[in-house]
């Protein structure tokens, strides 16, 4: 059972404009967790979603999507209002203006994370919105650090978005604290020059590195592929070639859900597990993945490829 915690929203994406010239906007189920859940359903896992839904119109759209993709929404829904994200798309790449006060997705607590996690849950992934502030990152990060101390495999991708960060110390604090607690540690090449600004990609790597301590290491490079760092394994994959790009829309979440797929249809669900991967092995993993990322980015939107869709499995 994979248990995955932060934001659902709704996406409202830019598309071509009316006749009239006003732009046109499709609403879209989404956020970085919620796509996460989407795309490990899809690919045949048991997968418990924490975050409460809202009860209202568009968290019916939340609520069928998952359902749809085979996820368990383990939190019992929720009477505020759902997350919107108004997504701009230029040249394929998203942008991203969020509306998130008092909604739904926010009514976390230690309290209710402890009594909605499922008892045979072998891996928490976190990430995103969920850990800007306020009392629900309290919440999500208290939580992390107590199925690190279970033996819960702990999963954590900043996914940052700067414009929503109004305390960039805290936030900062906040994710570095929790890399100490990741036993899987995903980021982009974005996410690493925004948290470790003003030195090179490469020394910006390095110390990043240097304050997690996390098992397997993945920084995500975009169409340059990804790079994953195992013990003393510092593995380079390449990313497909994709010729009809719609968009990258949820591809590092698919990115994401796929590795972790594979750890658990692996048998891999223990730190010592992970440690015990060898090269081969992970490059098998980084394959799916990169895989199921590149299906996602021709799709509109956060579509992930469901199991029979993948050739490398």
């Not at 796509?35 to 968290?59: E, M």
Request: proline share 5%; net charge negative; hydrophobic share 45%.
């Amino acid at each position: 059972m994979l248990a995955i915690g932060g934001e659902n929203l709704i996406d409202l994406v830019s598309g071509a404009a009316a006749a009239n010239g006003l732009p046109q906007y499709v609403a879209n189920p989404g956020g970085s967790p919620f796509n996460v859940a989407i795309a490990a359903g899809r690919q045949g896992q048991k997968v418990a979603y924490l975050t409460p839904v809202s009860d209202d119109a568009l968290g019916v759209l939340l609520a069928d999507r998952l359902v749809e993709s085979r996820v368990t929404l383990a939190a019992p829904r929720a009477s505020k209002p759902t997350s919107l994200a108004v997504v701009s798309i230029t040249d394929g790449i998203p942008s991203y203006a969020f509306h998130r006060n008092s909604t739904a997705e926010r009514e976390v607590t230690a309290a209710s994370l402890k009594r909605d996690m499922p008892d045979d849950a072998t891996l928490f992934h976190v990430g995103s919105l969920a850990l800007i502030g306020g009392d629900d990152a309290d919440a999500w990060e208290s939580f992390f650090e107590s199925c690190k101390a279970r033996g819960i495999l702990t999963s954590l991708d900043p996914n940052v978005r700067p414009g929503l960060i109004e305390d960039r110390d805290g936030y900062v604090a906040r994710i570095r604290r929790m890399m100490r607690h990741a036993d899987i540690f995903k980021l982009s090449d974005e996410d690493l020059t925004w948290l470790y600004p003003d030195r090179p990609l490469d020394r910006a790597l390095a110390d990043c590195r240097t304050d997690c301590d996390a098992a397997l290491f993945i920084l995500t490079l975009g169409g340059e592929g990804s790079r994953l760092f195992l013990g003393d394994i510092d593995l380079t994959a390449t990313a497909p070639a994709i010729d009809d790009l719609a968009d990258t829309v949820g591809a590092g979440d698919t990115y994401m859900a796929s590795m972790l797929c594979w750890f658990v249809e692996n048998g891999l669900t223990s730190r010592a597990d992970l440690a015990a991967i060898d090269e081969a092995m992970l490059h098998r993993a980084s394959l799916r993945a990169a895989e199921a990322a590149a299906i996602n980015c021709q799709r509109s939107g956060c579509n992930p490829p469901w199991r029979d869709e993948l050739t490398n499995i």
